[in-house]
């Protein structure tokens, strides 16, 4: 019954802002690390964003830094992406993962799409 739904995916123009949101279900989500990534058509996935369990510590891929802002709330077993100066080169689905090194265990939310275009 693990589950990683992520949402707010869609169409914006290029400079606009979108908001993702990944609901978390079936697993101890405030014990697990999360992260986005995106895959483009013809790309492999690559690492946006990620966030440690407590949410106190961030990092982003150099292509988004300045403009992404990753967060969660434990208490809402939700993590977010807010995206700003959103380029075309941002269109891609983006996904939601979960991992706990000490389990081993990791999961995978099934993706939103976001394109980016004028």
């Known amino acids: 019954q693990v589950q990683l739904v992520e949402s707010g995916g869609g169409l914006v123009q290029p400079g606009g802002s979108l908001r993702l949101s990944c609901a978390a279900s079936?697993?101890?989500?405030?014990?697990?690390?999360m992260s986005w990534y995106r895959q483009a058509p013809g790309k492999e996935r690559e690492l946006v964003a990620d966030?440690?369990?407590?949410?106190?510590?961030?990092n982003y891929a150099d292509s988004v830094k300045g403009r992404f802002t990753i967060s969660r709330s434990n208490l809402k077993n939700t993590m977010y992406l807010q995206m700003s100066a959103l380029k075309p080169e941002d269109t891609a689905v983006y996904y939601c993962?979960?991992?706990?090194?000490?389990?081993?265990?990791?999961?995978w939310g099934q993706g939103t799409q976001v394109t980016v275009s004028s």
């Open positions: 966030i440690n369990s407590p949410g106190g510590s961030t």
């Open positions: 079936g697993f101890p989500f405030s014990t697990y690390a």
């Open positions: 993962h979960a991992v706990s090194v000490l389990l081993g265990r990791d999961y």
